[in-house]
């Protein structure tokens, strides 16, 4: 990892529970969008989410700690966590800006993201601090950006069509899921019966 990383993936997400195709798009980022680090950013209290049922911090930050021990370039930062208020990108995006000010920061979102941006706290400023890029989330979609009035590039990305709603249900209907979570995350949710709905 370089001394001083020069390109930084923000990845920010609840990640309840992180599954293996966050860690792919993340691998494929490094490459694909020469970074000297992603950062994988879990959120608190989402604005545009109501839910009140999510997984404690501590389990989500165990099991995110755990399945990025091995990747050199992966790191997690708990700002958002300690905030303890509504994770808004602005005041995230801030924080990094002054935490390594001439780094190139590289914010990714999902397609589904980019469809409410204008619904982001302060979004005309956001642009001006870190550079977005867009994962597709499903084959259809363009490697265009020809609907959308923001100019964010939609990266050519492998399509993983995983979520960890659909792996949740699978768990607490009693599915396997085991090949589509990193193994660390779950050894920890079956020590501790997360999402079975007990």
């Not at 792919?24 to 545009?48: G, Q, T, V, Y």
């Not at 091995?70 to 005041?91: M, W």
Request: aromatic share 12%; hydrophobic share 40%; charged share 25%.
């Amino acid at each position: 990892m370089a001394d001083y990383p020069h390109r930084i993936g923000l990845f920010g997400g609840t990640f309840d529970p992180l599954h293996n195709g966050h860690l792919i798009l993340a691998e494929w980022s490094l490459d694909a969008l020469k970074l000297d680090r992603f950062i994988f950013i879990p959120n608190n209290i989402h604005p545009f989410s109501s839910k009140s049922d999510i997984t404690s911090t501590e389990h989500r930050l165990k099991m995110l700690t755990a399945a990025i021990a091995d990747y050199d370039r992966f790191c997690l930062d708990d700002y958002e966590i300690k905030k303890d208020k509504i994770s808004y990108t602005i005041d995230t995006l801030r924080y990094f800006k002054k935490k390594w000010p001439e780094a190139q920061l590289i914010y990714l979102i999902g397609a589904d993201n980019m469809a409410l941006f204008d619904q982001w706290k302060d979004y005309k400023l956001l642009p001006d601090l870190a550079e977005f890029k867009v994962f597709r989330r499903n084959p259809e979609e363009p490697v265009r950006n020809e609907n959308s009035r923001f100019n964010f590039e939609i990266l050519d990305n492998p399509v993983i069509q995983l979520s960890s709603t659909f792996l949740r249900n699978r768990i607490k209907n009693n599915l396997s899921c085991k090949s589509m979570i990193p193994d660390s995350a779950w050894i920890h949710i079956v020590n501790h019966h997360l999402y079975t709905g007990q």
